[in-house]
């Protein structure tokens, strides 16, 4: 007898979830979706009982809930990517664990992905975001450069809350290294994209577990895991300060053959090197980063490691 495929799948990583899981997922299980859902939490290995919210899920849910746990903490996107891997719906949709994205809202991203036109619809909530200064400044900075970087479409606004089509999931989960970015993956795949309007929640319960060494590194997966942007950037940044220093031994030189001696002392000196030592710095630390990340990779790094995958809900 053949499994049933859902309609929609719907994807969890979980850190720190044990005050809002539960409440989230009973909104996403009431939701009446045609063809049925089910439900993929991972356990990014928390450390408060957010296993011990699933396993009450998993007893009680109405759909068909997967719990998949890590050994040890991995990141979000990383989270998501096993998330991806343990689907079986015609459509995935990601999204948070503390209800500020409305389980509400998944049936309109649904709809505007069912459509037909589009491989993934991300839900834009850029006008009334709930979270702190500092993230709403680094989310405008992220989607800001992943223009430049990933090469996105003018106007789209990247988030985590996104519905994808069974053919990209199947696309992405393919990449297998250490440093995922999702959005990276998705506009490496696919042009066919869009945002639609959505709201946006506070968090009621709990701490965000996102802090400013997270945004970090995510930024560092965007701009090295998938692009040489930030190498070009340094050859051109080379180039100039090579440009500037011809350009300054010219004038010391023509200043000496006019006998008015050097144009700038000792101070102006030492700023100038360490503002030249510093630039060459930077660029040795991209590269570097980039060999880092090449060296991981080739040694086979994992994504993550599951622990155990349990499954529950009814249906």
């Known amino acids: 007898m053949s499994e049933t495929v859902p309609t929609l799948s719907i994807v969890i990583p979980l850190y720190r979830s044990e005050a809002t899981i539960e409440r989230v997922v009973a909104e996403l299980a009431a939701l009446p979706v045609e063809g049925g859902l089910e439900i993929v939490l991972v356990n990014d290995c928390s450390p408060d009982d957010t296993l011990g919210a699933c396993r009450r899920i998993m007893a009680t849910c109405p759909v068909p809930v997967a719990v998949a ?184 030189l023509c200043l000496y053959l006019a006998d008015k001696g050097p144009a700038f002392g000792w101070g102006s000196l030492m700023a100038a090197l360490l503002v030249f030592s510093g630039a060459q710095l930077v660029m040795l630390g991209v590269i570097g980063e980039y060999l880092g990340r090449a060296y991981l990779t080739a040694n086979r790094r994992p994504q993550s490691v599951v622990r155990e995958v349990l499954r529950g809900g009814k249906g």
Not at 144 to 156: F, M, N, S, T
Not at 195 to 206: D, F, L, S
Not at 229 to 242: D, E, F, I, K, N
């Open 69 to 252: 746990s890590h050994a040890r903490n991995f990141g979000e996107h990383n989270a998501v990517m096993t998330g991806l891997r343990h689907t079986r719906g015609c459509w995935v949709v990601t999204m948070d664990d503390d209800g500020q994205n409305p389980p509400s809202e998944v049936p309109k991203l649904l709809a505007a992905a069912q459509s037909g036109r589009h491989d993934v619809v991300f839900g834009d909530y850029s006008a009334a975001k709930e979270h702190a200064a500092w993230r709403n400044w680094g989310s405008r900075f992220t989607n800001d450069v992943a223009g430049w970087l990933l090469d996105k479409p003018r106007g789209l606004y990247l988030s985590s809350f996104r519905c994808m089509s069974r053919f990209i999931v199947d696309e992405i989960v393919r990449y297998e290294g250490p440093y995922p970015y999702i959005d990276g993956l998705i506009l490496q795949s696919t042009r066919a994209v869009t945002a639609i309007r959505v709201a946006h929640k506070p968090r009621e319960q709990g701490e965000s577990g996102y802090n400013l060494r997270r945004l970090v590194r995510l930024w560092l997966n965007m701009f090295t895991s998938f692009s040489v942007a930030p190498l070009r950037a340094a050859t051109v940044l080379g180039l100039a300060l090579s440009a500037l220093g011809v350009i300054g031994v010219v004038a010391v």
